[in-house]
């Protein structure tokens, strides 16, 4: 009912730039997916998934984890249900799969960096970065 396929992954040199990009599809999100808040989280090998970004239903308001605030930029294209990752100034510690995932915009907004509040999950794209 509901696919998320991130692309744009890839290998950067430290202080270069990444541009992700998630396209939902699916009959639950073909006319809906301005109703739904998303979010970007990130795994590197070893350690938890983690929370990178979040933009609510709207577009209105943005979150980010404070390891990437002010070099990374959230932001979406309801029209084109798809999600973005401005990703710049990158350090080797980014270096991860990086996964984009959706929610019902009923749940509390305090919660949008909690990975259990998100229903769907994208596979994933690597992004490595080289110092």
């Known amino acids: 009912q509901v696919q998320l396929v991130e692309s744009g992954g890839g290998l950067a040199q430290a202080g270069g730039s990444l541009r992700l990009s998630c396209a939902a599809s699916g009959r639950a999100v073909s006319f809906y997916f301005s109703t739904y808040d998303m979010g970007w989280f990130r795994q590197a090998p070893g350690k938890e998934r983690e929370f990178v970004a979040a933009?609510?239903?709207?577009?209105?308001?943005?979150y980010y984890a404070d390891s990437v605030k002010g070099r990374f930029t959230i932001s979406r294209d309801n029209a084109k249900n798809t999600v973005y990752l401005q990703m710049n100034t990158l350090k080797p510690e980014d270096t991860a799969v990086y996964y984009c995932?959706?929610?019902?915009?009923?749940?509390?907004?305090?919660?949008?960096?909690?990975?259990?509040?998100?229903?769907?999950w994208g596979q994933g794209t690597q992004v490595t970065v080289s110092s």
């Open positions: 933009i609510i239903w709207s577009g209105a308001s943005t």
């Open positions: 995932a959706l929610r019902s915009n009923r749940v509390p907004l305090d919660l949008y960096s909690n990975y259990q509040t998100y229903g769907h």
